[in-house]
T-cell receptor, first 115, second 113 residues
Framework: QQQVKQSPQSLIVQKGGISIINCAYE??????FPWYQQFPGKGPALLIA?????SEKKEGRFTISFNKSAKQFSLHIMDSQPGDSATYFC??????????????FGGGTRVLVKP | DAGVTQSPTHLIKTRGQQVTLRCSPK?????VSWYQQALGQGPQFIFQ???????QRGNFPDRFSGHQFPNYSSELNVNALLLGDSALYLC????????????FGSGTRLTVV
């Protein structure tokens, strides 16, 4: 059962443009929503994370928007750079679960930033 | 500061064989989680170890087993390998069994032929 759905699967953006990736979740117990960046041959690295008590969080060129009622959240990459070319994963977790807090990942979005 | 260390980086095995993958957590971390990442897909949770016990398990068969040692390092064992077990196996460490603060290793690429 895929509990976190991510779209699009891939996107191409020009240097300086905005990349937007969307995710939707089903489990209302989820209360922690991180985004990970993964380069080929490497493990995922935490980019930015949000909890449902805020609707937006910004760190540098990366912004998460969160809509609790719609059970959706998105990542915006502003002023996209060629070095941002990577695969991005959204994830979700129930951080108050008694034990064993696993991350449930979306399917990933491959982003290519053209110079 | 050493991050999460996984070994080996690559491995080729034959169907039916057994394999052991190893993980050393980031300094200060005491919880290890294992994920399987098939090509072109998101990581799938296998299980998590905290205080040398399996705390939670994903939808994986009993062929997948693990262990955590007193120094917090961990092993993932897979028996009776299938072609479908070919994937990148990721180890992630964290402090306590919390989802926040995960640090992933670079993974072990397992190919089953």
């Amino acid at each position: 059962q895929q509990q976190v759905k991510q779209s699009p699967q891939s996107l191409i953006v020009q240097k300086g443009g905005i990349s937007i990736i969307n995710c939707a979740y089903e489990n209302t117990a989820f209360d922690y929503f991180p985004w990970y960046q993964q380069f080929p041959g490497k493990g995922p690295a935490l980019l930015i994370a949000i909890r449902p008590d805020v609707s937006e969080k910004k760190e540098g060129r990366f912004t998460i928007s969160f809509n609790k009622s719609a059970k959706q959240f998105s990542l915006h990459i502003m002023d996209s750079q060629p070095g941002d070319s990577a695969t991005y994963f959204c994830a979700a977790a129930d951080s108050f679960k008694a034990a064993g807090n696993k991350l449930t990942f979306g399917g990933g979005t491959r982003v290519l930033v053209k110079p | 500061d050493a991050g999460v260390t996984q070994s080996p980086t690559h491995l080729i095995k034959t169907r039916g064989q057994q394999v052991t993958l190893r993980c050393s957590p980031k300094s200060g971390h005491d919880t290890v989680s294992w994920y399987q990442q098939a090509l072109g897909q998101g990581p799938q949770f296998i299980f998590q170890y905290y205080e040398e016990e399996e705390r939670q398990r994903g939808n994986f068969p009993d062929r997948f087993s693990g262990h955590q040692f007193p120094n917090y390092s961990s092993e993932l064992n897979v028996n009776a390998l299938l072609l479908g077990d070919s994937a990148l196996y990721l180890c992630a460490s964290s402090f306590r069994d919390r989802a926040g603060g995960y640090t992933f290793g670079s993974g072990t690429r397992l190919t089953v032929v």
